[in-house]
């Protein structure tokens, strides 16, 4: 990230990201803010705090990206290479079929070691990628995934996904939120 300026007032969203991220969240978070408010930034930095650290596993997943699977999704270099695996199956934009990508737990995760691991999985731009349409059993696909992880043993799970102004907030309502100003 050395090429953009630096990250600065958002430490305070930063430090409660962090700590969902330490002690696990229920149910799915999404972070809802105008567009260039800092979701994209703010998520990323989260990765770049985590990626590093051992008893963390971290997986950002662009999923309004057209580029290269490796600019769509950030992650361990395992889970980057079923996710490539499976996006090749799936027709589309690329951050599109990442964001479907994740929920495949038997593919993706089955084989990883979740002991001692806190998993954090972030799916940037979900409602601008995979529309309206979709996303209310999307997201019901991501709380599956959170219960999963669980059930593997990871030592706790946090699923956050970000939306733009522009989505209904009553679309929302239904599912825990907040909005980021
Ligand atoms: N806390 C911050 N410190 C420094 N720069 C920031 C910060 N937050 C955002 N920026 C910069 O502002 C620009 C817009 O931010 P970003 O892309 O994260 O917004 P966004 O909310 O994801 O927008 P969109 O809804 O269009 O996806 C980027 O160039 C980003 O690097
Ligand atoms: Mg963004």
């Known amino acids: 990230m050395s090429s953009e300026p630096r990250f600065v007032n958002r430490l305070q969203e930063l430090d409660t990201l962090l700590r969902y991220s330490q002690n696990g ?3 799915v978070l999404f972070l809802y803010g105008p567009e260039g408010c800092g979701k994209t930034r703010l998520l990323k930095e989260l990765y770049a705090k985590l ?34 695996d499976i996006v090749k199956e ?9 964001a479907l990508a994740i929920l495949h737990v038997n593919r993706i995760f089955k084989r990883l070691s979740f002991k001692n691991k806190h998993v954090v999985v972030t799916v940037d731009d979900v409602v601008r990628s995979l529309g309206y349409d979709i996303i209310e059993i ?3 696909n ?9 059930n593997l043993g990871a030592e ?6 970000t939306i733009s102004e522009g989505v209904s907030r009553s679309l929302l309502a239904r599912h825990n939120y907040v909005i980021l100003t």
């Open 25 to 27: 969240y229920y149910p």
């Open 51 to 84: 990626r590093t650290r051992e008893d963390f596993l971290a997986i950002y997943v662009d999923a309004q990206s057209t580029g290269e699977p490796d600019k769509a999704v950030l992650a361990p270099p395992e889970i980057l290479q079923s996710i490539s």
């Open 90 to 98: 799936i027709a589309g934009p690329i951050g599109k079929a990442a």
């Open 138 to 140: 999307y997201t019901k």
């Open 142 to 150: 991501l709380l599956k995934l959170l219960e999963e992880l669980l």
């Open 156 to 161: 706790s799970v946090f699923v956050l996904a």
